[in-house]
């Protein structure tokens, strides 16, 4: 095993999921963060330091590094899972809702123009609309398909039908 200096030490990092070591130097650290904010390889090398020729005409050969290529994949999915609801946030928003657990602001009048801000709970049209949406995903409820065959192939007039149905 290779013995690395303390500076080299600080920029090992562990792959998600536990995988080898992998190594950047700060340099390249500051190329992938600088890319994921710009997508701009050239202005990107430029900000972590390297030089003006290097950036302009290297700055591809670091996107291409499997080092940096992982640092941005594993930022990317990062940032992305804290911007994106999972499937329990959704459930756990809609059930708060149904049962009226949450409160929004609301503006009432004082008079003279004066108004306080109070939270209410949800009326009972909102909280109806989460309990739908809970049903369908949990698939508790069913679209209606109402079938009305003329046609001597029964088969072919179902399709047509529901071929219709999509349309509107």
């Given at each position: 095993m290779r013995k690395h200096c303390k500076r080299c030490f600080l920029f090992f990092g562990r792959k998600a999921g536990g995988g080898k070591l992998k190594k950047l130097s700060l340099?390249?650290?500051?190329?992938?963060?600088?890319?994921?904010?710009?997508?701009?390889?050239?202005?990107?090398a430029l900000k972590a330091?390297?030089?003006?020729?290097?950036?302009?005409?290297q700055?591809?050969?670091?996107?291409?590094?499997?080092?940096?290529?992982?640092?941005?994949d594993e930022r990317l999915s990062e940032l992305n899972s804290k911007k994106i609801a999972d499937q329990k946030?959704?459930?756990?928003?809609?059930?708060?809702?149904?049962?009226?657990?949450?409160?929004?602001?609301?503006?009432?009048?004082?008079g003279d123009g004066v108004q306080q801000i109070i939270e209410v709970r949800p009326n009972i049209a909102t909280r109806k609309s989460a309990a739908v949406e809970l049903a369908k995903r949990?698939?508790?409820?069913?679209?209606?398909?109402?079938?009305?065959v003329k046609s001597?192939?029964?088969?072919?007039?179902?399709?047509?039908?529901?071929?219709?149905?999509?349309?509107?």
């Open positions: 340099k390249q650290q500051k190329f992938a963060d600088e890319y994921i904010i710009s997508g701009n390889a050239e202005q990107s330091g390297y030089s003006a020729n290097y950036s302009r005409k700055a591809h050969k670091l996107l291409a590094n499997v080092g940096v290529k992982a640092y941005i946030e959704v459930l756990e928003f809609f059930t708060a809702a149904m049962r009226g657990e949450l409160t929004e602001p609301m503006a009432i009048g004082l949990y698939g508790l409820s069913t679209a209606k398909v109402d079938v009305n001597e192939n029964k088969l072919a007039g179902i399709l047509l039908q529901l071929e219709d149905d999509k349309d509107e």
